[in-house]
């Protein structure tokens, strides 16, 4: 099958969209070598991340060759070289479908990763957010099969946009495939973590709120893999007022490598985030051996599983009751620890996400 690919963030972005991307094509690309893989962008961000899928084998980059160039030929281009190239189904990866897509008798799958945008509106000016509705509205209904990456992404879909949830498979999202081999600890000094976009949604503060509660004798530091803007600033502030500032280590700029020994040496990974699509750095976490406090909102009891700790994002006392049982427990820490990597190997390994992307591919066809 010749499957066609929007691949802007695949070449242009690297956090979670453009992750994503990749991940996807390269779960694909292993279990099922015999297709053929268009990737189509309007321009090309070349790195040692993004530079191997050039020479991908099975894969075909794609740039625009006529007049249309950059956003215009991803919107209202792209169909016509999709129709030149043969492609048999076409994947927008990122929330977005090129206009005229039906036309082409083509059959297409969106992926939809949230509808933060509807549901944590203080975060996006109000044009980005009609402009974001205007084509997440399209993409639905144009769409011949939807995945979402979480039954609450798919909840939100049939919430925000009336589509019939028959029109919608949940698939999960994939791991950079290097999480699912363990590597060994080190003797670092014992830290938590947390890995995300530091912003209002993610809930930063509730942790260090959460931070200063916990007895003196658990006063580890915590290490923050992020970054952010006003929020961040707002967190700094209230550290610094409170004179906490050396509980707090920020990194950034860390390779797959890197990140993942941070997840392996870490005693805990607090994420009590209001509003996920999904909960990566969760299933991250979980994978290389480290338990996980998160929340009890949107997907991440789905994310965490059975295993991990599920606190009330609102509440600073519960986030730490959840913090302080899943460093002091050892029994409950062993619990946590083996029963949340079975839980992430057979709920979402690359295999078992590759097979229900083709599925879903072979259902769009066929319908």
């Known amino acids: 099958?010749?499957?066609?690919?929007?691949?802007?963030?695949?070449?242009?972005?690297?956090?979670?969209?453009?992750?994503?991307?990749?991940?996807?094509?390269?779960?694909?690309?292993?279990?099922?070598?015999?297709?053929?893989?268009?990737?189509?962008?309007?321009?090309?961000?070349?790195?040692?991340?993004?530079?191997?899928?050039?020479?991908?084998?099975?894969?075909?980059?794609?740039?625009?060759?006529?007049?249309?160039?950059?956003?215009?030929?991803?919107?209202v281009g792209l169909p016509a070289d999709l129709k030149r190239d043969g492609i048999e189904l076409f994947h927008g990866l990122s929330n977005e479908l090129p206009l005229g897509i039906r036309r082409t008798g083509i059959p297409s799958v969106v992926t939809i990763h949230d509808v933060a945008f509807r549901t944590f509106t203080d975060m996006y000016h109000w044009a980005d957010?009609?402009?974001?509705?205007?084509?997440?509205?399209?993409?639905?209904?144009?769409?011949?099969?939807?995945?979402?990456?979480?039954?609450?992404?798919?909840?939100?879909?049939?919430?925000?946009?009336?589509i019939d949830e028959q029109k919608i498979d949940v698939v999960y999202q994939p791991v950079t495939p290097r999480y699912y081999s363990p590597i060994p600890r080190t003797d670092a000094p014992p830290y938590m973590l947390y890995v995300g976009a530091v912003n209002s949604r993610?809930?930063?503060?509730?942790?260090?709120?959460?931070?200063?509660?916990?007895?003196?004798?658990?006063?580890?530091?915590?290490?923050i893999v992020g970054n952010g803007h006003e929020y961040k600033r707002e967190v700094q502030s209230y550290i610094a007022?409170?004179?906490?500032?050396?509980?707090?280590?920020?990194l950034g700029g860390l390779s797959h490598e890197e990140l993942h020994q941070l997840y392996t040496d870490a005693l805990l990974f607090v994420y009590p985030s209001f509003y996920e699509g999904f909960g990566l750095p969760v299933v991250e976490a979980m994978l290389s051996g480290c338990p996980v406090v998160t929340s009890d909102r949107s997907s991440l009891p789905e994310a965490g599983g059975p295993y991990s700790l599920k606190a009330n994002p609102e509440s600073p006392e519960d986030i730490r009751d959840k913090m302080f049982q899943a460093l002091t427990d050892t029994a409950l820490r062993t619990h946590m620890i083996?029963?949340?990597?079975?839980?992430?190997m057979q709920t979402f390994h690359p295999t078992v996400l590759a097979h229900r992307l083709m599925q879903v591919y072979k259902t769009a066809s066929s319908s």
């Not at 009609?130 to 919430?159: G, N």
């Not at 930063?204 to 003196?216: N, R």
């Open 338 to 344: 083996t029963g949340s990597r079975d839980y992430a």
């Open 129 to 162: 957010r009609q402009i974001y509705d205007l084509k997440w509205r399209y993409a639905v209904r144009q769409a011949d099969r939807i995945i979402a990456i979480s039954q609450c992404t798919k909840r939100d879909i049939i919430r925000f946009y009336d």
């Open 202 to 223: 993610k809930n930063l503060l509730g942790i260090v709120k959460a931070m200063e509660l916990l007895p003196s004798d658990l006063d580890l530091p915590l290490y």
């Open 241 to 250: 007022a409170h004179g906490i500032q050396s509980r707090f280590r920020w």
């Open 1 to 75: 099958m010749r499957i066609g690919f929007d691949a802007k963030r695949l070449y242009n972005n690297f956090t979670g969209l453009g992750n994503h991307s990749r991940t996807t094509i390269d779960i694909l690309t292993a279990e099922y070598p015999e297709n053929a893989y268009y990737l189509y962008t309007p321009k090309l961000r070349l790195n040692p991340v993004t530079s191997p899928y050039l020479q991908k084998a099975g894969c075909h980059t794609v740039q625009p060759q006529g007049l249309l160039r950059g956003g215009l030929w991803r919107t």
